[in-house]
Structure formats: C-alpha cells, structure tokens
C-alpha cells in the first residue's frame, strides 16, 4: 500500500496570505490528522477528521481550518499568515478505530516571510 | 490534561551498542496507548513500537524493545545493537483510549558513533 502522501512538500509565502496543504490517506484509512511541529512548541495536534466531521480540534486560532472530502483526502488551510506559522505541518491517517496506529507523512515546510 | 515528558534532550551510542531512551507520561486515565515514533533528517515520522496499557507484556520489534511501567507511569525504549541508521529524534507519544490525537515528547535526538 502507499503511505501518506503530503502536497506541496515545501511552501514559501508572505505574512498575510493564505495557504492550503493537501493530505492523501493510505487507501482505506478514513481518519486524517493534522500536526504542526516547531523547534519552540515541538509536536502539537491540530484536528482530527473521520468521515467528513470534524472530530476533534486542538487550541489553534480560528485561522487554522481544514476540511475533508468524501474519498478521506484532506486539506488544511491556514489564513492571514503570520510569522509564527512556520513550522512542519503533518498528516497522519488512521484506518478507524481509536486503538489503531496513526502513520504519517513526509510533512509540508511553510516559510512565512 | 495529558502530559509526556523525555528528559534526554541528547543522547549517543557507539555503534553495536546499546541505549535507552527515558519517557515519563501524566495521565488519570487507565486505558491508553504510547507509542515510539523515530524522525530521520528526512522528517518522516515512523513508528517504532507502541504499547498498549493493559498489556502487561512489554512490546518488543527486531532490535527495539520498551520497558513499561505503568504504575510509575514510565515508558523507555532500548535501542539493542546500534545502527548507524538509527541516529534520529525519537518521540515518546501518549494517546488516550477515547481520544484522537497524540500528545508528544519534546523527543530525544540520538547520535550514533561509529
């Protein structure tokens, strides 16, 4: 099977913009997960979703939204970038059972500048 | 709220030998999940081992072993003979049984000696 796979891998975007990263579960898995990893706040959940829903968020801004389609794929989309944003941003999927693994991507690089 | 803590910010092994990796977590919760992910320079994570807490028998995969102690809320991974390919940040993850997510580790960065 192919593991997660993340677009673009890199980005380079300018404070205030907007930026939207795609996440491709492996094949069968109906759960994706969202990290932003920094050297300063290390590893932190973002949000969960299964079947389309939102199940889960963690204490991120209001500028950080995602969505998932009907065939698992999911995106991200973070608004009005600030400095701050950059970081690693990770997609894990899931088959679908809290109990099971999360495997996860290569990662997208966002530089805001 | 859950909480793991790897008090190794830095850690080295000679080649063939042998390193553990220390990660204390703080939970109220009694059925949960740990995990050991590596991440290369390649920044992939990948999964290394994961435990289930109502297991008492401590998970084991080729060269990669942990020691799980619940009641000290303690779980360390040993790395047995040493490859070069294992210098990496290690994570230490905790998940809870009702919960979608993973809390991590600030991660221990392991440099293997030849």
């Known amino acids: 099977k192919a593991g997660v796979t993340q677009t673009p891998r890199y980005l380079i975007k300018t404070r205030g913009q907007q930026v939207t990263l795609s996440c491709s579960p492996i094949?069968?898995?109906?759960?994706v997960s969202w990290y932003q990893q920094t050297p300063g706040q290390g590893l932190q959940f973002l949000f969960e979703y299964f079947s389309e829903t939102q199940r889960n968020k963690g204490n991120f801004p209001g500028r950080f939204s995602g969505r998932q389609f009907s065939n698992s794929r999911s995106e991200m989309n973070v608004s009005t970038l600030e400095l701050g944003d950059s970081a690693l941003y990770l997609c894990a999927s899931r088959a679908d059972r809290v109990s099971d693994t999360q495997y996860f991507g290569p990662g997208t690089r966002l530089t805001v500048l | 709220a859950q909480t793991v803590t790897q008090s190794q910010p830095e850690m080295s092994v000679q080649e063939a030998e042998t390193v553990t990796l220390s990660c204390t977590y703080d939970?109220?919760?009694?059925?949960?999940?740990l995990f050991w992910y590596k991440q290369p320079p390649s920044r992939q994570m990948i999964l290394v081992i994961r435990?289930?807490?109502?297991?008492?028998q401590n998970a084991t995969e080729n060269r990669f072993s942990v020691n799980f102690q619940k009641a000290a809320k303690s779980f360390s991974l040993k790395i047995s003979d040493s490859q070069l390919g294992d210098a990496a940040m290690y994570f230490c993850a905790y998940s809870g049984a009702g919960s979608y997510q993973l809390t991590f580790g600030k991660g221990t960065k392991l440099s293997v000696i030849p």
């Open positions: 939970t109220s919760e009694s059925d949960y999940y």
């Open positions: 094949s069968g898995h109906r759960s």
């Open positions: 435990q289930e807490a109502y297991k008492q």
